[in-house]
């Protein structure tokens, strides 16, 4: 497993190092946009590979893309990802 998708950052060091709320995230989390590895005490966990698509996420909020319409391109490139790997 690479460092990127190791899971070992709080939603407080993502927040600072992405720009965007910790509420914010939390709402990506709801969307389904984002889904964190959660402690036993559930503690939001995050990687370098999962700020790296909140960036994406938040850059393409700001454009005027709708949740829905991200989560929709992102399981798409998933399904393409897949069938050409």
């Known amino acids: 497993m690479s460092f990127m998708d190791k899971q070992v ?5 993502v927040s600072e190092l992405t720009g965007l709320s ?3 995230i939390r709402y990506y989390e709801n969307r389904k946009l984002i ?15 999962d700020i790296e698509k909140l960036v994406e996420i938040g850059k393409q909020m700001e ?4 949740t ?11 399904t393409e990802s897949a069938a050409h790997g």
């Open 9 to 13: 950052m709080n939603i407080g060091t």
């Open 22 to 24: 910790e509420r914010r």
């Open 35 to 49: 889904t964190p590895k959660r402690t036993v005490g559930g503690t939001r966990k995050y990687s370098f590979r």
């Open 63 to 66: 454009v005027g893309w709708m």
């Open 68 to 78: 829905a319409e991200i989560r929709h391109r992102a399981m798409k490139r998933g």
